[in-house]
């Protein structure tokens, strides 16, 4: 079986490539590099050669963008593709309220396009890139898929409306299988260090923040807040491994061949953790280079986050394995060995 990546160069894409053509499916990908680089293509192979021969026939990677229908129709004609997992997309919550315009052309264009392109080629099975935030602020935790979703920033909106546009596709031709994946806050790196998240600039996240400042690469944490209202007054979220969530990936794909219809599936642990337990775990593992110090709030933050996976649990027979000391383990072991 073959399977459509698009962005399948960036942090969770690249993984789930690896999962992937390690379980034996071949692997197209569409990138425009915005936010990868393409040696990120050979490190993939280079991992996955441990398990598996893989030739140019098992994997390949497009440069273009997924908002270009002539790309679009070429990837089709050229490979039969069974399911599309659709990563492209820009996903800074600051950089979206300053550049609009941009956010809502690159996500729901290149989602338009790639449903019109697979329709025309009969590809039925869609797994979307979601996000926890499109829960906004939760009245209780842990979050159940059934909870109210509403955004508060034009990046939010734009996973909020593409949801929509499935959920209408899906009343429209019920031939289609589609999984909505809302991740929580995927953090870590592969274990062999080669790949990992490596945003450009300034990290805005907090992992790739703390990374760079073990590392020496920054100064100091700031702690956007620590007045919340949660155990030590420091911002709660659901992180999970990478890896776990790349893997949530093929048990969503096994659930389209099933013809599931539409399925929403909350992607994370179910465990909360602050900011100051992250800094806690990470300096353990890199002896104690994490400097921080309290600053205001983020706006737009909120208190607390995690999820109920339960669902994907009893439907998708997946759950996140990973700890948080392995999260910090491999993320550190990655910016380590980054060469940068
Ligand atoms: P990423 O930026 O590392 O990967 C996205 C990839 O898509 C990049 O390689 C980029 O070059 C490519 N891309 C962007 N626009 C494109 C376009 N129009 N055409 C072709 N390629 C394009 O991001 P990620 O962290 O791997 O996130 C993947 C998806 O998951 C995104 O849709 C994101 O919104 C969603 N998501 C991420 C997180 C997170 O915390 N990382 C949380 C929830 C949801
Ligand atoms: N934080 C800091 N200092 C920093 C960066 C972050 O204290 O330099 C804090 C935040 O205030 C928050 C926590 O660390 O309490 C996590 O912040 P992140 O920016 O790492 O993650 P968010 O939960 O804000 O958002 C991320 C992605 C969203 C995605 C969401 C899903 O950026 O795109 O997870 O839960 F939707």
Known sequence: MSILLTGGLGYIGSHTAVELLSAGYDVVVVDNLSNSDL?????????????RKIGEDNFKVYVG????????????????????VHFAGLKAVGESTKKPIEYYDNNLISTLKLLEVMRKFNVKNFVFSSSATVYGQAKSMPIYEDFPVGATNPYGRTKLFIEEILKDLYAADNSFNIA????????GAHDSGLIGEDPNGIPNNLFP??????????????????????????????????????????????????????????????????????????????????????????????????????????????HAERDLENMCKTGYNFECKKQK
């Open 39 to 51: 040696s990120v293509k050979d490190r993939i192979a280079q991992i996955v050669s441990s398990t």
């Open 65 to 84: 963008d997924v908002r270009d229908e002539n790309l679009l129709n070429k990837v089709f004609s050229q490979n039969k593709i069974d399911a599309v």
């Open 180 to 187: 909505i994946l809302r991740y929580f806050n995927p953090i």
């Open 209 to 318: 923040y703390i990374s760079r400042v073990a590392t020496g690469k920054l100064d100091c944490l700031s702690i956007f807040g620590n007045d919340y209202n949660t155990p030590d007054g420091t911002g709660v979220r659901d992180y999970i491994h990478v890896v776990d969530l790349a893997k949530g990936h093929l048990c969503a794909i096994k659930k389209l061949e099933q013809n599931c219809g539409l399925q929403i599936y909350n992607l994370g642990t179910g465990k909360g953790y602050s900011v100051l337990d992250i800094v806690n775990a990470y300096n353990k593992v890199c002896g104690g280079k994490v400097k921080y110090k309290f600053a205001p709030r983020r706006p737009g933050d909120i208190d607390i986050c995690y999820a109920s996976p339960e669902k994907a649990e009893k439907e998708l027979g997946w």
